[in-house]
T-cell receptor, first 110, second 113 residues
Framework: GEDVEQSLFLSVREGDSSVINCTYT??????LYWYKQEPGAGLQLLTY?????DMKQDQRLTVLLNKKDKHLSLRIADTQTGDSAIYFC??????????FGTGTSLTVIP | NAGVTQTPKFRVLKTGQSMTLLCAQD?????MYWYRQDPGMGLRLIHY???????AKGEVPDGYNVSRLKKQNFLLGLESAAPSQTSVYFC????????????FGPGTRLTVT
């Protein structure tokens, strides 16, 4: 399978920005995604970006894609305690199969 | 709309026993997926289906079988459970080609002793 890697843990103070990073190996990836998983729940799509884009902004979320370095990041502005969760990046080439990263557990300190 | 539901929520099996996990969606989605989630490994695709009557292998299919006899249901079977199959299993569905969002069920926690 494809390798999608993320750091396991991130801790930030409430009100600060969070940046969650992801690296992937498949240069032919067409779609890249960020999902959020709250405790005891399934994954929820936060945002996605096409491989022909460099940046996408959606309210407090900013996604940056560096295709040369195969690096994807998710920035959450003004992080709130409700943002505490596990965040997964995922990639897809055909749209049929999705490859997920290991997940980053974000802890927001009040 | 109930979205994606999974049955059961929890199950404990002994090694060698068999069971079937049921995934149901009421959104008329074409594509359905079964994943397993293990600590430090993210989600890995077991099998998927792009339509009623079709199934395909994912990244980790060994030890599992699936069936998609009805569009709204996707069944995951374990014929002879092993401790290595202890995991949280998630089902997901997607409208079809050209759609980007997968909708996930709440998960089934399976323990094999």
């Amino acid at each position: 399978g494809e390798d999608v890697e993320q750091s396991l843990f991130l801790s930030v103070r409430e009100g600060d920005s969070s940046v969650i990073n992801c690296t992937y190996t498949d240069s032919s990836s067409t779609y890249l995604y960020w999902y959020k998983q709250e405790p005891g729940a399934g994954l929820q799509l936060l945002t996605y970006i096409f491989s022909n884009m460099d940046m996408k902004q959606d309210q407090r979320l900013t996604v940056l894609l560096n295709k040369k370095d195969k690096h994807l990041s998710l920035r959450i502005a003004d992080t709130q305690t409700g943002d505490s969760a596990i965040y997964f990046c995922a990639e897809s080439f055909t749209g049929n199969q999705f490859y997920f990263g290991t997940g980053t557990s974000l802890t927001v300190i009040p | 709309n109930a979205g994606v539901t999974q049955t059961p929520k929890f199950r404990v099996l002994k090694t060698g026993q068999s069971m079937t996990l049921l995934c149901a969606q009421d959104m008329n989605h074409e594509y359905m997926y079964w994943y397993r989630q293990d600590p430090g490994m993210g989600l890995r695709l077991i099998h998927y289906s792009v339509g009623e009557g079709t199934t395909a292998k994912g990244e980790v299919p060994d030890g599992y079988n699936v069936s998609r006899l009805k569009k709204q249901n996707f069944l995951l079977g374990l014929e002879s459970a092993a401790p290595s199959q202890t995991s949280v299993y998630f089902c997901a569905s997607r409208p079809g080609q050209g759609s980007y969002e997968q909708y996930f069920g709440p998960g089934t926690r399976l323990t094999v002793t």
